[in-house]
């Protein structure tokens, strides 16, 4: 398991490679790699962060992930700081014996990271700038997990 | 006390960390929510709505009747936006 | 949106850069990779493979993929022949502006191709052979996406 | 008519592929399979189970009553297990 919340840009390639070195008997592989959408007169998305909590959040998510489907390994990592369009933001990978085990469960630490995980996102454009809200949408996601 | 604030109520009280020393009646987030508006404009106007307001004791997220103490660290933020 | 049907191996790493260079602004990602499961004393997995309707097979599951969901670029790889231990068997991955657009939709492509691409599995063990047989439990999670 | 088969019914058939051409009464799958096991022994056991047999016909999964000609290429098969 790997957990890494930091400033600096992953590769992609580069992480997954790492990930598949680690899990060579793995038969099903799920990942996800979450970017900043490069919307109209958009400069920077600007992620504020708690980091100390971001990583006990994030071993917490992942924990609860590993009691709800068999998974071998699994990877988070998290950026914060001032991002550009088209870069990356979130990079979550999870192996499992089986199919349905990695895919739900990198749904799931998906819908985690977006409503639990200590991470604000500010949209800052060319001529205003504004704090994305949390949505309705993205709890119920989160909710549809629970027991 | 090590007090962090986050996003927009780090902005409206522009500050994102302070160590105070708390009086002995705060004894939770309410109360210290509530002698932290004593103090400035600025902490009222950030916990105007307080149930925009999410905080963590401890770099965990607690409940508003948690106890704390002057050795804990209590951090307040608006509700998370991360992924 | 690319669908391959081969023998060849593929490296994963290659293919997600292909696919994130012919991608540059999409926001969300998901990737699945399958592989052979080391089983004790599994010598070979032979898939046994029809390769022009596989094609066509995984063409319409692409487009009712498509249909369903936001997606903005796609590719399917798929082998047959005699895989070993640990080898690939299917790489698929989905772009789309939103997280759960791709993230379903690769679930969705998963789910028929499991049931309805013309692939077959035989196990070849030490001391004997067998046939995959199609489980209840994969028809079902094929179902569940029917309107 | 091009036929082809795959897996466990190749093995029993003995074949993959092979080229017939079919008399007049022979108008869907149905009426195929009933041609093919006068053929041989094996085809009578590749059939045995008709549940157990799927088939397309020019590369697309088909019903048994669909219609057939010595222009289409039909394919005999086990339900698919791929992914």
Chains 1, 3 share one sequence.
């Not at chain 1, 409503?115 to 700038?129: C, H, Q, R, T, V």
């Not at chain 2, 105070?20 to 509530?34: E, S």
């Amino acid at each position: 398991m790997y957990i890494d919340v930091r400033e600096e840009d992953f590769h992609v390639n580069k992480e997954l490679e790492r990930f598949e070195n680690s899990s060579k008997t793995d038969a099903a592989i799920s990942l996800f790699v979450g970017k900043v959408r490069a919307e109209e007169n958009l400069i920077s998305l600007n992620l504020d962060c708690y980091p100390d909590m971001a990583v006990k959040e994030i071993l917490n998510i992942a924990e609860n992930a590993k009691k709800k489907w068999q998974i071998n390994n699994l990877t988070v990592i998290h950026r914060f700081g001032e991002l550009l369009p088209g870069e990356n933001i979130v990079f979550v990978i999870t192996s499992s014996d089986h199919r349905t085990d990695c895919q739900e469960a990198t749904q799931y630490i998906m819908d985690y990271l977006k409503n639990s995980a200590p991470f604000w996102k500010k949209e800052i454009y060319k001529d205003k700038s504004m704090w994305v809200e949390q949505k309705v949408a993205d709890i119920e996601k989160m909710e549809r997990w629970e027991d | 006390m090590k007090i962090k604030y986050f996003a927009w109520v780090a902005e409206i009280i522009d500050k994102r960390e302070e160590e105070i020393k708390v009086p002995d009646h705060v004894t939770d987030v309410n109360t210290l929510i509530n002698f932290l508006c004593t103090k400035d404009e600025s902490y009222e106007a950030a916990f105007a709505n307080r149930k925009q307001i999410k905080f963590a004791i401890n770099q965990k997220l607690s409940r508003s009747n948690a106890k704390i103490t002057n050795n804990d660290e209590v951090a307040f933020f608006p509700p998370m936006t991360g992924g």
